[in-house]
């Protein structure tokens, strides 16, 4: 057998690529939509794509089975689970609990694991020609490792009204199934640390049925279902802005992208028509450099493994707009923006200096320059984290307005004080100054070093007074 785990750390994403090197077939689950991964894996070890299937219809990323199935021929086996409005809506072969799936000599047995989503499976695979028993569960974003599926998605992202609380109970009902499969079954998920789709995922990659019945946060109830959904509704990080549109995208049909594009590297004339017209532009330029000098009206989101998630928050999937960026980005960040479905790249441009624009720049301050201001009457801090995080601690009487949602809260923030802007240790701080900038806020300052940093030394002066 051959097994290989992609994961895509932008996304805390995970897809598999499996084969059987007898007949030299081989499935791929929750593929990403940059498919030359796959194709390349494929060719290097011999093997042709034959079977695509999905754990369910995802909300974080854009799934690339459609692309890999008209680049390879191969037959796409989906979840026919849920019952009206979780089907897919475009050709496939529809799979239900109890149903195989063959790949040569390897087999997939479907177990429909609904709480996440209603129409969620998981795969349990057999390695025949060594062992008629189970060795693998391929669990999508069912069970993680320390944790488990989140179930209020469909109405915090996608609007669904009411689904929260089915879901987990549906969760609590999964869970049951996957406690009586032998402990020795290696559980591989969709998605690790970082991810959107849970609370508290752990960053390794695999774990086995047996270690999570022990240490998952999620089995540990009992017969406490009540105790069980309490918890699992609790504390649920908030869900990006762009989920709506995956859920939406994954389901139906739509224009498939087989290969990664190459945008433009935009003239200075072009760049500056667009500009000028109003265009958004992202600067995915280090923080540091940005608060150093940038074009007015510009939003800092680094190029780094969040640069998807937040320009998911910021950007309109019908809309253009174009990237500040080093050339050698150019590729990186493409991927990474294909993969939530955002195509509509102007292009890239980075020389600003040429422009003749006067850049702007960013007032940065101390821990000890905000201690003087916490009693300020005329200034208002700002914390931008997720509410678990500013519910956990945050400084003095900070003001929480969420990074992904204060273009829609500008109201809840005051134009007539300093606002001192913060996060957990900057990288959110700079893309709520740059938005609050470019929507009108003059007299706005940031605390990068943030909550990590405050709380440190907040600490420290408690223990020195001890």
């Not at 422009?355 to 300020?376: A, T, W």
Request: glycine share 8%; net charge negative.
């Amino acid at each position: 057998m051959f097994f290989q785990h992609i994961y895509d750390k932008t996304l805390a994403q995970g897809s598999y690529v499996i084969g059987c090197q007898a007949t030299g077939e081989a499935i791929v689950i929750d593929a990403k939509r940059d498919i030359d991964t796959y194709l390349k894996i494929a060719s290097d070890n011999k093997l042709r794509i034959t079977h695509i299937t999905e754990t369910h219809i995802h909300a974080d990323y854009l799934c690339g089975s459609r692309e890999l199935a008209a680049a390879t021929g191969a037959t796409m086996y989906l979840s026919d689970e849920g019952g009206e409005g979780w089907l897919y809506e475009f050709p496939h072969v529809g799979v239900k609990d109890g149903d195989v799936i063959k790949v040569g000599n390897l087999s997939l047995e479907v177990m429909h694991t609904p709480g996440h989503t209603p129409e969620s499976i998981s795969f349990l695979l057999r390695d025949h020609p060594a062992s008629d028993e189970p060795v693998m569960l391929f669990t999508g974003d069912f069970v993680f490792v320390g944790d488990v599926g989140r179930p209020d998605l469909l109405e915090k992202a996608a609007g669904i009204a009411g689904t929260k609380e089915a879901g987990a109970k549906d969760m609590y009902a999964s869970l049951k199934k996957f406690e009586v499969l032998p402990d020795y079954v290696q559980v591989w998920p969709a998605h690790g640390a970082g991810s959107a789709c849970g609370k508290a995922l752990g960053s390794v990659p695999s774990s086995t049925v047996g270690y999570e019945k022990a240490r998952n946060w999620a089995m540990q109830f009992g017969n406490d279902e009540k105790g069980f959904v309490d918890s699992l509704l609790a504390g649920q990080p908030e869900p990006p802005k762009y989920f709506a549109m995956m859920k939406h995208l994954n389901k139906v049909d739509r224009p498939l992208l087989i290969e990664v594009p190459h945008h433009k590297t935009l003239s200075k004339e072009e760049f500056l028509d667009a500009y000028n017209k109003g265009m958004k532009v992202i600067d995915a330029r280090n923080k540091t450099d940005f608060a150093k000098g940038h074009l007015p009206n510009t939003i800092n989101i680094q190029g780094t493994n969040s640069f998807a998630t937040w320009c998911g928050w910021v950007l309109n999937y019908d809309e253009p707009f174009v990237i500040i960026a080093n050339d050698n980005q150019k590729e990186d960040l493409t991927r990474k923006l294909m993969r939530i479905g955002l195509d509509k790249i102007y292009g890239f441009f980075s020389d600003i200096n040429s422009l003749g624009i006067e850049l702007e720049k960013y007032e940065m301050l101390s821990y000890d320059e905000v201690s003087e201001k916490l009693n300020d009457d005329n200034v208002e801090l700002v914390d931008v984290r997720g509410i678990s995080e500013f519910e956990a601690g945050h400084i003095g009487n900070s003001k929480h307005v969420f990074v992904g949602t204060i273009e829609k809260h500008l109201d809840d923030i005051s134009k007539d004080k300093e606002v001192i802007v913060y996060c957990q240790s900057g990288d959110r701080t700079t893309i709520a100054h740059s938005l609050l900038s470019k929507n009108g806020f003059k007299n706005v300052k940031s605390y990068s070093p943030g909550w990590a940093e405050w709380s440190q030394k907040e600490r420290a002066k408690e223990l020195s007074h001890a």
